[in-house]
């Protein structure tokens, strides 16, 4: 019976087996599946690595693991147009807002989604709106995150958000909010793409967001 690449290119990932993903990813290229069809396909097998994350199977190691061995296909097998590798799985500007200090959350996540090869601008804490629109247009990234413990720090979610739509830059970009000061209901009512509770939500957040822009292209 003839195999099936996908399938098992995408359980070799959910298996944290490096060298099958790899020799995979290069059956399907010289198949001729496309560089994009491929991602795809290495989509699915994230999107396991999550649920079993999710279910206590998986460990943030594993989650590590996981996105080294993305890195490691992007740069050894992948081409995408103009023949340039594909360096990153996206582009993210990561922030704690203005007044508010506590970064210890966001400085893991940051960490989480460089280990699963997403370029990540750190900005720290205590960030401006100003601040976080300069990034923005210097860096245009697909993805912001926006993070606060105080209770005052929707209220600057809501501002940041509010000037990115100002400036013209929100519909080019993916807001993610999380922190003890954001609640689903606030997400929704600042304008936020997402919500996010934990480092499990953060990143399928970012990894279906990134898939999505795969799909368009």
Sequence with gaps: ????????LKESLRDLD?????QYSVE??????????????L???????????????YFIADLMMAGHIMKSVM???????????????????????????????????????????????DLGADVSHERIIEAVREIVP?????????KSSAGRMAESIAA??????????RVIVGGASVTPESAIEMGADAYSSDIKDCLKA???????????K
């Design 206 to 216: 970012c990894h279906t967001f990134m898939a999505m822009a795969a799909g368009e």
């Design 142 to 150: 697909n993805i912001l995150i926006l993070s606060g413990t105080l």
């Design 1 to 8: 019976m003839e195999k099936n690449l996908a399938l098992l």
């Design 43 to 57: 989509l699915g097998g994230i999107g396991e690595v999550d649920a079993l994350y999710e279910a206590g199977q």
């Design 75 to 121: 740069k050894k097998v992948l081409v995408f147009p103009g023949d340039e590798q594909f360096g990153s799985f996206g582009k993210v500007v990561i922030a704690t807002v203005k007044d508010d200090i506590h970064d210890l959350g966001k400085n893991v996540i940051a960490n989480v989604l460089r280990h699963n090869g997403f370029e990540v601008t």
């Design 18 to 22: 490096e060298l099958r993903v790899l």
């Design 28 to 41: 399907m290229a010289a198949e001729g599946q496309t560089s994009y069809e491929i991602f795809e396909t």
């Design 164 to 173: 990115l739509l100002g400036a013209g830059l929100r519909g080019s970009i």
